[in-house]
């Protein structure tokens, strides 16, 4: 995850300040995924589980591929889009404004998007979350993140505002 570059590099600053520094205790990422095949077999995960499935219901069907029926062409190639340094103050400016943070922005395009380049009246969207819950794990390198359903509904009377503040308050 993006932390991952963060700690890497308070280590490199503080190694190069003084070359007797030592990083704190941290966690062996590897014994995180341990942990994390462990949980998936608990009674926890299982009540975990069904909080978010009943939370959602209904569960929307993917609406980005096609049906089992249907081939689909899964290869990929990256895309880099940057935006102008002016264009992203005046984007942030604009979310300091409405009280709402860039990614609900971002987010909130791309449901608008979504919305009128289809006829569907729910779109979900799997929002990646920090997901470090320990100062170990705030100090060791590796992916920790958990996948979120962003649910919004269409509603035609909403302005790009008011959906974007409703995605904010999601």
């Excluded at 009674?43 to 959602?56: M, Q, V």
């Excluded at 899964?74 to 935006?83: D, F, R």
């Excluded at 289809?118 to 993140?145: C, H, K, Q, S, W």
């Amino acid at each position: 995850d993006g932390y991952s570059v963060t700690v890497m590099t308070e280590h490199i600053n503080k190694y190069l300040q003084n070359p007797d520094y030592t990083p704190p205790a941290h966690q062996d990422y590897a014994e995180y995924i341990q942990n994390e095949e462990k949980h998936k077999t608990s009674k926890r995960y299982g009540l975990d589980r069904d909080f978010w499935l009943k939370n959602f219901e209904p569960v929307p069907s993917c609406t980005l591929f096609p049906d089992a029926n249907n081939s689909f062409d899964y290869t990929s190639s990256e895309v880099n889009i940057s935006i102008a340094s002016e264009k992203l103050n005046k984007i942030r400016s604009l979310c300091q404004e409405w009280n709402i943070s860039v990614q609900s922005f971002f987010n909130s395009v791309y449901a608008a998007y979504f919305f009128r380049s289809t006829e569907l009246d729910r779109f979900t969207l799997g929002v990646p979350v920090l997901n470090r819950t320990t100062m170990a794990e705030f100090n060791t390198i590796g992916l920790y993140m958990h996948i979120v359903p962003l649910i919004t509904e269409r509603d035609d009377s909403f302005s790009f505002l008011d959906m974007a503040q409703k995605v904010e308050d999601s």
